[in-house]
């Protein structure tokens, strides 16, 4: 049974077009992360949401930006993606201070 | 500035022989520790976090506030242990959810 679901799990997208990566949970958790993880390095906080609330980590470049129209579903926008962009982009959930559950992820490929 | 060090990128042992995966972290104020694993083609999961002091697969783990670590130990290491472990951090302060700061993680094969 799936509980944190990221689709699609591959996107290829061309150098400076718009993206947009879906993350959705089964598990009615009041917090939704964004993680990038490039090769070989560690998964890298981008923001998250708490309940309503966004919250930015302070390196996040501008180029990425989030919605969450509800409780079960997050996005993650990019809006012109670079060479630099690829990587791993993993969903998380989780009730406060609570353990995070990670979606399966989704492969970036800027061309 | 909170860092998680995980000074090993692969580690290798042989099936039945201890095994223990290192992590140093620092940060200025209480920290929350935990270990995530990730085995092939499955999404990151959580092994086990301090405050819990439980023991998942016989695996343990000891907060060393002295040493600042938070090494990851089995006695005797299977052949289904095999897997990327990732060392993270989060702090008891934070207001919004566990922002949580990983460790570039290490890669243990064991081997039969």
């Known amino acids: 049974d799936a509980m944190v679901i990221q689709n699609p799990r591959y996107q290829v997208t061309q150098f400076g077009k718009p993206v947009t990566l879906s993350c959705s949970q089964t598990?009615?958790?009041?917090?939704m992360y964004w993680y990038q993880q490039k090769s070989s390095q560690a998964p890298k906080l981008l923001f998250h949401?708490?309940?309503?609330?966004?919250?930015n980590e302070a390196d996040t470049p501008d180029n990425f930006q989030s919605r969450r129209p509800n409780t079960s579903f997050c996005f993650l926008d990019i809006r012109s993606p670079g060479l630099g962009d690829a990587a791993m982009y993993l969903c998380?959930?989780?009730?406060?201070?609570?353990?995070?559950?990670f979606g399966p992820g989704t492969r970036l490929l800027v061309l | 500035a909170q860092r998680v060090t995980q000074p090993e990128k692969l580690l290798s042992v042989f099936k039945g022989a201890p095994v223990e995966l290192k992590c140093n972290y620092s940060y200025s104020g209480s920290p929350e520790l935990f270990w995530y694993v990730q085995y092939s083609r499955q999404r990151l999961q959580l092994l086990l976090r301090h405050i819990s002091r439980e023991s998942i697969k016989g695996f343990t783990a000891d907060l060393n506030k002295g040493e600042t670590s938070f090494h990851l130990k089995k006695p005797f290491a299977q052949e289904e242990d095999s897997a990327m472990y990732y060392c993270?951090?989060?702090?008891?302060?934070?207001?919004?959810?566990?922002?949580?700061?990983f460790g570039e993680g290490t890669q243990l094969t064991v081997n039969p």
């Open positions: 993270a951090l989060s702090g008891l302060e934070e207001t919004s959810g566990s922002r949580l700061t």
């Open positions: 998380a959930t989780s009730n406060w201070r609570e353990t995070q559950y």
């Open positions: 598990l009615n958790h009041n917090v």
């Open positions: 949401y708490y309940d309503k609330d966004f919250n």
